[in-house]
Structure formats: C-alpha cells, structure tokens
C-alpha cells in the first residue's frame, strides 16, 4: 500500500441499504477526513478525526457516520442510503502535527443510490 | 460561513501562455493556502502550499498570497495541454489538523 486507499471504487446500491466506504492511509497521519463532491458544489466535508479514537462533524454530516480504530483506517457508513447521497466520496488526510496542513487525498469512490 | 471564491471559468489560454487563476476568502483568521489540481475522474492533486504573503515558485507553477486582501493566485507559467484541469484552491484557518474549506474550482483548458 502506498498512500491512500479506497474502496469500493464504484458501487450501487439500492436505496436502504446500509453501506461502508472504506479508507486505509499508510502514512501514519494523525487526522483523516471524508469529502463528497458533487457537480456545481465542490468538496465538501462529511466528517473529519484529528487523531486516532475521536471523530467530528464537517459541513454535511446527516445520514453518515464514521469510527477511528486506529490510525490507518477510517470508514464511512451509509446508515440507510438515500438517492441524495449519489455521490464521489473521497477520504484524505494529512500529518496534522508540523503546523500545515497538507491534505492529500484517496483515488474514491462513485456511489450511486438508486 | 467562511467562504472561498474562485472564478468558476472555464479558461481557456493558448500552449505557451501564462494561465492566470485566482481566489478569494472570507476568513481573516486563514494561514494556510493550498492549490489542488483535479483532472476529469480523478482525486484531487495537491500542487501548491503557500503559508506567507508574497510570491512561491515552484517550476511552473507560482502561487501568490496577499492577506491583506484576503486574495491568493496561482500562475503557470508555459501552459501545456497537460494543464488542462479543474483547480481548487483550499484554505485553512489555523495550523495543525484543521478544516479545509474548498473553492467549487475553476476549470482550464490549455489550447494546442
């Protein structure tokens, strides 16, 4: 693993469902985020974790939730899928420690709510 | 709300011309400012970090922040149709693990 990964890289999904999107960083940063970008909306952010075992709220919480184990990973679930949450979804992170903030990001995912 | 502005384009220059792209912010309080170039279908790239007033050069790239009028540019210098891409521009208010708050972008296209 190099950087960061996401999966699933596309899904489907039916209205409903539950879902997890499901990030893993292999750079040892303290804080990771999940965006969503939508066309005409830009990035914006769903939930973010500074460090290992605490979580907060971005822009655009509703309908998401996220958990922090550990530092490499930090997946977003879809409780319950809406139409509204199609979506590209990406995760990022960044060192958080040296002051900057430098975020970079996964490759995503593109989730479809039907 | 802080808010970050961009112009939303698109831009077109000629192969070899100066692409000039630029962005407002709301924040006084900001102190990091970041370029992102996102290419149709991918992740956002970060090119280019600027923390302090004036000019930052890398390669082609010369990113310019002026706080006073909350302003930040980015200018490339020889643009190729590899270029061509969507470019955010990102700002944090403070240091450390902060929020970033992203311009919707402004989309280049770079003519042969």
């Known amino acids: 693993i190099a950087g960061i990964t996401q999966a699933p890289t596309s899904q489907i999904l039916a209205a409903g469902r539950r879902m997890t999107l499901r990030c893993t960083q292999d750079?040892?940063?303290?804080?990771m985020y999940w965006y969503r970008q939508d066309l005409g909306l830009g990035l914006r952010l769903i939930h973010y974790s500074n460090t290992a075992g605490t979580t907060g709220k971005g822009e655009v919480p509703d309908g998401y939730s996220v958990s922090r184990a550990n530092t490499d990973d930090f997946p977003l679930t879809l409780a319950s899928a809406v139409p509204s949450q199609t979506s590209v979804y990406f995760c990022?992170?960044?060192?958080?420690?040296?002051?900057?903030?430098?975020?970079?990001f996964g490759p995503g995912t593109r989730l479809t709510v039907l | 709300q802080k808010e970050v502005e961009q112009n939303s384009g698109p831009l077109s220059v000629p192969e070899g011309a100066i692409a000039s792209l630029n962005c407002t912010y709301s924040?006084?309080?900001?102190?990091?400012f970041f370029w992102y170039r996102q290419y149709s279908g991918k992740s956002p790239e970060l090119i280019m970090s600027?923390?302090?007033?004036g000019d930052k050069e890398d390669g082609r790239f010369t990113a310019q922040l002026n706080k006073a009028s909350q302003y930040v540019s980015l200018l490339i210098r020889d643009s190729q149709p590899s270029d061509s891409a969507t470019y955010l521009c990102a700002v944090a208010t403070q240091g450390g693990s902060e929020k970033l708050v992203f311009g919707k972008g402004t989309k280049l296209t770079v003519n042969p």
């Open positions: 924040d006084r309080g900001s102190q990091s």
């Open positions: 990022a992170s960044s060192d958080g420690g040296t002051g900057f903030n430098e975020q970079f």
């Open positions: 600027i923390y302090s007033n």
């Open positions: 750079m040892r940063h303290n804080a």
